[in-house]
């Protein structure tokens, strides 16, 4: 029997119960199915603490053999223009990174998503694009480090500060940026086909005060069989775009209520509001980093050659504290998001009128997510609800719309009542 179906049958009985359809959406799941995704997002929490290992032996690797010192010495001699060599040496340093954890991100990229049926890519097309994404990441993360370490100089004992507006600046540029250069190295986009439901999300967007004029859909299915939708960029980059896995593997209504999600966050002025708790908790982060710095190099400075925490030569070991910060702070990161994962939810449901299109749109994504995690599980290590979460959230909605006895009308159509209604008022003004 189909989601729709049960949720339809529901419907149907004299009192709608949201328990009762949750549980009966949560029942398609089959055991080898629910254990598959349990095992793989389990997963990921020890993915955590292996990272983070793996990152303290590769900062330990370059602090210890004198790479990181001999290169620094080896840049400012041979690159005579003062700052010229720091974004280099920056970017040299991301390379090493790279290459020192590959073993670690091949597994983590390549053979456990096709262990998990996850990824459609070859180990050609992955190393492509794990070289265009390092070839990236050198050249806007030297920048970006060259100009912190600059702050750094320049504001001393306050640099934790600078450095953590710095940060927020740089993200915003790269969000700006994104959808538009970085974006389509990946991926291609293009219009989406003229249709019912292009003109049903570009209705929801107009109602909610996006800047769209077109939908784009872009090519995931070359790397991976997950759906996923984004409304990206800022100011004049802003794009509405959906994954072809999303368009060509659900329903309608499934793709209004998961677009209805993605608007909610440009509508609610997430972005900005991540701003805030970002640059707030990056100079916590960077006062801690200050603290944790000085104390390991007091013991190993003169080893390592660090000078100090301005010193290039100790870029290593700052990240490596960075990452005792950010290893112990994830519960705090993942609720911020998920606190504003949950709002988009709730407004998705509110614009787009299709909860069974949303808990259908949640069940699918339960081949990577763990559907029915413990509370305490969710808590710490989510950053989205879980699937039945989001599954009960819509049949609550849809429970206290069919005791209001709520119609349902299309984006399109609620878009073309509230245009005839301001023309009325406008022609009832003139008179």
């Known amino acids: 029997m189909s989601i729709l179906s049960i949720a339809a049958g529901l419907a149907a009985t004299p009192v709608f119960d949201a328990e009762t359809a949750t549980q009966a959406y949560l029942a398609t799941l089959d055991g080898a199915a629910k254990e598959r995704s349990d095992a793989y997002f389990e997963g990921g929490y020890w993915l955590l603490l292996i990272n983070f290992i793996v990152g303290l032996v590769v900062a330990g690797v370059l602090l210890q053999t004198g790479f990181a010192r001999k290169l620094r010495d080896a840049l400012k001699g041979a690159l005579k223009f003062g700052w010229l060599w720091m974004p280099v040496f920056a970017a040299i340093y991301f390379l090493a990174s790279a290459l020192l954890s590959l073993p670690m991100t091949l597994y983590e990229g390549f053979f456990r998503e096709h262990a998990y049926n996850l990824s459609t890519m070859s180990m050609g097309e992955w190393l492509g694009e794990w070289g265009m994404q390092l070839a990236v990441s050198a050249v806007m993360g030297g920048i970006f480090v060259a100009v912190f370490y600059g702050v750094i100089h320049l504001a001393r004992k306050s640099w934790w500060i600078w450095g953590a507006g710095l940060s927020i600046l740089f993200m915003a540029f790269a969000i700006l940026v994104a959808p538009v250069y970085v974006e389509p190295l990946f991926n291609e986009y293009t219009p989406m086909e003229e249709g019912e439901l292009r003109d049903d999300l570009l209705a929801l967007a107009q109602s909610n005060g996006i800047p769209a004029d077109d939908i784009y859909v872009f090519d995931v299915s070359r790397q991976s069989n997950r759906i996923t939708a984004n409304v990206s960029g800022l100011f004049g980059s802003t794009r509405i775009a959906l994954s072809d896995t999303l368009v060509e593997n659900t329903d309608p209504d499934e793709v209004l209520a998961v677009m209805g999600h993605e608007m909610g966050h440009y509508a609610l002025n997430h972005i900005w509001e991540m701003f805030i708790y970002f640059a707030v908790l990056l100079a916590i982060g960077f006062a801690f980093t200050d603290k944790l710095f000085n104390w390991v190099n007091a013991k190993f400075g003169a080893r390592w050659g660090i000078s100090g925490i301005g010193d290039m030569a100790g870029l290593p070991l700052l990240a490596a504290c960075l990452s005792v910060y950010f290893l112990v702070t994830t519960p705090i990161f ?98």
């Open 334 to 431: 993942n609720r911020i998001v998920y606190t504003n994962e949950a709002e988009a939810d709730i407004y998705g449901l509110n614009v787009a009128r299709e909860p069974d299109g949303f808990a259908t749109a949640a069940m699918r994504l339960s081949s990577y997510r763990k559907i029915e995690p413990g509370p305490w599980e969710e808590f710490f290590f989510f950053d989205h609800p879980s699937g039945r979460a989001r599954v009960f959230m819509s049949m609550q909605w849809k429970a206290g719309q069919l005791e209001m006895g709520a119609g349902d009308q299309s984006p399109a159509l609620r878009l073309e009542r509230a245009e005839q209604i301001a023309r009325e008022l406008e022609e009832a003004n003139a008179e």
